[in-house]
């Protein structure tokens, strides 16, 4: 029980501080929340991939020619991820291009102003992080990240090849 109440103690601290009611106070703007959201994400993913760096260098039953690779492709991967996530989160979350794509989608709310405020706050969150995750993060960074590993594995074969007797 004591646990309890030291847990929900430190938890109501920390909800009713300074930091998070100016934070919650900055919440009615969905544009803030979407791109504090999108940010969290990529700060997750960012997290994650040196995770996977650290542990596959670390990693004694990777073979030693095949970690060099394997981290590599862990590190840009997870550079491209946060580079093209944030870029692509940050062009759909876009107010000129959030309010053209809802004036379309919503238009039989245009007459209720909550109503569209809210189905469009909900868009321009939905939006922004299925494009970033799904194809942002899903589709372009691996097409881009093995790009960049396979010219920085392959960039010293022509020379090789010239110098090989």
Do not use: W
Not at 2 to 29: E, G, Q, R, Y
Not at 52 to 69: A, M, W
């Amino acid at each position: 029980m004591k646990i309890t109440n030291v847990m929900t103690n430190t938890l109501s601290k920390a909800a009713n501080s300074n930091f998070m009611v100016n934070h919650i106070k900055k919440c009615d703007n969905a544009k803030f929340l979407t791109r504090t959201l999108l940010l969290t994400s990529v700060a997750k993913d960012v997290f994650a991939y040196g995770l996977r760096v650290h542990n596959t260098l670390t990693n004694d039953s990777i073979p030693e020619d095949k970690k060099q690779f394997s981290a590599d492709m862990d590190m840009v991967t997870g550079i491209t991820t946060a580079v093209v996530q944030i870029g692509a989160g940050f062009l759909v979350s876009n107010e000129k291009l959030q309010n053209g794509i809802s004036n379309k989608l919503f238009k039989s709310l245009k007459n209720d102003p909550r109503a569209f405020g809210a189905a469009k706050a909900s868009f321009s969150a939905i939006s922004t992080m299925v494009f970033a995750t799904l194809l942002a993060k899903r589709i372009l960074t691996p097409l881009i990240a093995s790009k960049i590993v396979y010219k920085k594995e392959h960039k010293n074969d022509a020379q090789k090849a010239v110098t090989k007797p």
